[in-house]
């Protein structure tokens, strides 16, 4: 009997890897996207090497129309697909009229089009398999990201998106799960400049989880079958607080913040 099959998108590094790394152990074959060919060829090496496992890759970016489509058309095509991890993504700092549209643009394609396409294109395997679907958010889901204006909004949208389809389509045996990561040690930051040894805090409100220890807790979550999974006590009684607070109170908190995903 073939292994289960998983697709991973963005398993470059970090919290994809991680799922690589989640999926590979519990004996599913994989397919995996990103951009960085060096990257995910010493990923599948290591993986092939530790695993009784098949690796495929899948080079190319979902901001590009012509990747994304290539890569629905090959998830339409398969015979069989047992989980997927829209787990591709990435912030663009800076208010509405500071960035340029097409890197907008670009955004909005990543979070929005791919994740809700690739979704509705693996939607008929998934429930022959009664397979997993994990949607990467965030906890600034819940958050206004003025400064990255575009994180927070489309954040949200795959997380209502997945709650919706997860409800949906639960009787029919579909285990759904948007992932709400707060601070997560990865090398999404310093991607983005930022140093990793002064940047992610050990203790405390802002606290920094691996990512191992997010995906670890997605699966429970996945189990007791919840359709949000927050890791960290931290992170949790943020997202209590955001939902639960005066408006007014959590708008002059993030005045006060220091993360240019919240404010300035």
Known sequence: MPNRLALITGATSGIGAAYADAFAQRGYDLLLTGRREKELNELVERLTQQYSIQVEL???DLSDPDDLLALVDTVSQFPRLDALVNNAGYAVDGRLGEVPWEKHRALLDVHVTATTQLTHAALPNLLTAQGILINVASVASWIPT???????PTKAYVRSFTESVGLAY?????KALALCPGFTITDFHSRMGLNPETFYQTRGFLRAWTAEQVVARSFRDIEKGRLISVQGWNYRLMVFMVRHLPMRLLFA???????????K
Do not use: D, N, P
């Open 58 to 60: 899948k080079i190319g």
């Open 170 to 174: 639960r009787r029919e045996g579909l």
């Open 253 to 263: 908190a993030l005045g006060r913040s220091k993360s240019a995903r919240f404010t």
């Open 146 to 152: 003025g400064q990255s204006v575009l994180y927070g």
